[in-house]
Every structure is written in C-alpha cells, then in structure tokens.
C-alpha cells in the first residue's frame, strides 16, 4: 500500500512539474484582443528578451477565434519566443501557413504538441502534402500489352491517379486551399501563385541561398510556389496579412480586392521588396499607396531596410512599427 501511495505522489509531482515548467512565469497568459496583431518571430525589434531570426509568426483574434499566420523558421526559438510572449498555443483556434518556405512553416512542430488538432490552412503545394494527380503511362502506352501483369504498374490498371500523400504534417487537420475561399464570415483567404519563384531561385538579380542557384538566369524554371494570405473584413475595409508576397505584393493587393470586393486598410507582414533596387522599390510603394490606395501599412521580415525606409517616407504617420514582440492595433 506504501508502494501505490508513494508512487502515485510521484506520478503526481512528476504532472506537476510538467504543469509548471508550460505554464507561463507570470502565471497567466496574454490575452489576444480582437483587432490587434502582435509579430511573434522576426529578424527585428525592440523587445531584447526575445529571440530575433530570419523568419515570420504573427497573431491575431478575429471575431472570437484566435488565429495563428505562419510559424517561423526554428520550432526551438518559435517555443522561446512564444513563452516569452505569453502566448497560450491551446487555444489558438486555425493557423494558416502561408507557403512552404521553411521560415514560415518549422514552429508548426512545436504547435502540434501542444495543440494537435487545431485547424491548419495550407497553400495547395504537392512539396508539403497535397494530393497529387499523377500520370504513370510513360511513352508508347500499349506496350505494357507486351508485358506480364506482374510487370505492369496496378497489374494493368489505371496509369492516371491521385496520390494521396502522408508526409510530414501526417494525420494532422490539414486544409490545402487551391483558390481564394471564405473559411468563416469576413475571413476570407487569398489564393495566389509566385510568377518569380518556386524554392529561392528565380528572382531578378539576387538569389537568397548562396551557391544553390548558380545556373544561367535562362536556364532557371519558375515553380509557380503557391501562397495564401488573409483577409480580414473590418468596419474600415481589409486587413491583409502577408507573409512573404513571393507572388508580388501588388498582385496579392490586386486579387485581395478582386476576391473581396472591399478597400483595404491595412497591408501587414512580409512584402519581399529585398531583391529590389531603390527605383525599384519607390515605384512599387507607389504603386501600394496610390493605385491600390492602401491606407496603412506595417511591413515586417522580407521588406528590406531599403523599403522600410521609403515606406516610412511615404506613408509618415500612417507607417506602423511591425517588430518582433510589437503589438498594433487595427
């Protein structure tokens, strides 16, 4: 009987312990309010007990569902930072994942031990999951009439066919959205695919991973990298959330209110203007201000100081701070 009491102590210290060492230091976690987002992993900002990478996470609450928009590139600083930040990943209600760059995707191993069945919105890319219709029949398709059926694929079946994948992500609730799509009232997701990348080759003077791409630039094969950003209906119009605008932040804007029929009054997030010189760049936050008529703009991760700084110039009050830990309000 001594045995069972003392074993069953242990196994309710050793809970216990578990219990404390998840349980935020300041014994409550942070409420995420309606109309606010906060960037929860990036290369920059203010917060000095936060770790900054190369990478992109943010949160926000819309409508009573907490929702999580990329998860960065290191599941181990992801933990810290979200620890840090007091960030309650139980209740995190959909996470959307905008493309299948590592920098955007890996802290989804770390959410799935805490929540493993929460709701994950994937872009439709057969590299992370998606079922891929697949054409077996190879040239001459009559000569597996030559062949024994133990030689043929499907003992002669059908060479056209959908692979249904496992993967990485297996057995978890995963979503792949091929075309823009309302997930609930006023959330809407933005389908869109890159015309200058598939994985870190393809854009104009500049490649991102060194000695990876060294082919000619006419030789380089855009993979069409499919992407989702989100939409958020308000009283103001359109907050856009963005991770990486590999398809071109105009584009995005473009689609956003072709999909939703509705100004937007907030771009946040990662509008990759790194590869861009300064004409470049001034050209298309003009075009961001004064054709798409966005109103405010909080750019994080891939904008690039070159365009943070002419960004700044041109929106003035309307620029709103996006670092690491910062939380804005819409």
């Given at each position: ?55 992109f996470s943010c ?91 133990s030689m043929q ?75 989702l950003s989100l ?100």
């Amino acid at each position: 009987m001594k045995k069972m009491k003392f074993a069953l102590l242990g196994a309710m210290v050793f809970l216990g312990l578990i219990f404390i060492g998840t349980r935020p230091s300041n014994g409550h976690f942070r409420e995420i309010k309606e109309g606010t987002i906060t960037n929860l992993y990036d290369a920059f900002g203010n917060n000095p007990t936060l770790t900054k990478d190369f990478g992109f996470s943010c949160i926000t609450n819309y409508r009573g569902k907490t929702i999580l928009f990329d998860s960065g590139g290191n599941a181990d600083i992801f933990k810290d930072n979200i620890s840090k930040l007091n960030i309650d990943l139980s209740q995190i209600d959909i996470v959307v994942v905008s493309h299948g760059h590592f920098d955007h995707l890996n802290g989804l191993d770390y959410l799935l031990k805490i929540n493993p069945t929460v709701k994950i919105y994937f872009p439709f890319d057969i590299f992370w999951g998606a079922d891929v219709a697949f054409d077996a029949t190879g040239q001459e398709p009559l000569i597996k009439d030559s062949l024994p059926t133990s030689m043929q694929y499907f003992d002669g079946g059908d060479t056209k066919f959908t692979i249904g994948q496992t993967g990485r992500f297996w057995n978890s609730n995963i979503e792949y959205i091929k075309s823009s799509k309302e997930i609930l009232p006023g959330l809407t997701l933005i389908a869109t695919n890159s015309s200058y990348m598939g994985y870190f080759s393809c854009y104009p003077g500049k490649g991102f991973v060194e000695g990876g791409f060294d082919q000619e630039k006419e030789a380089c094969k855009n993979t069409n990298l499919p992407e989702l950003s989100l939409a958020l209906k308000t009283a103001d119009g359109q907050v856009l959330i963005v991770g990486c605008s590999h398809t071109g932040i105009e584009n995005i804007l473009q689609k956003t209110q072709e999909v939703t029929q509705d100004k937007i009054s907030l771009a946040y997030g990662g509008l990759h203007m790194l590869p861009f010189n300064r004409e470049q760049t001034t050209k298309l936050v003009k075009v961001i201000k004064n054709e798409f008529k966005v109103e405010k703009i909080a750019p994080a991760h891939c904008t690039g100081h070159l365009a943070f700084k002419i960004l700044s110039n041109f929106y003035g009050e309307d620029y709103i701070y996006a670092g690491l830990g910062e939380t804005i309000e819409y």
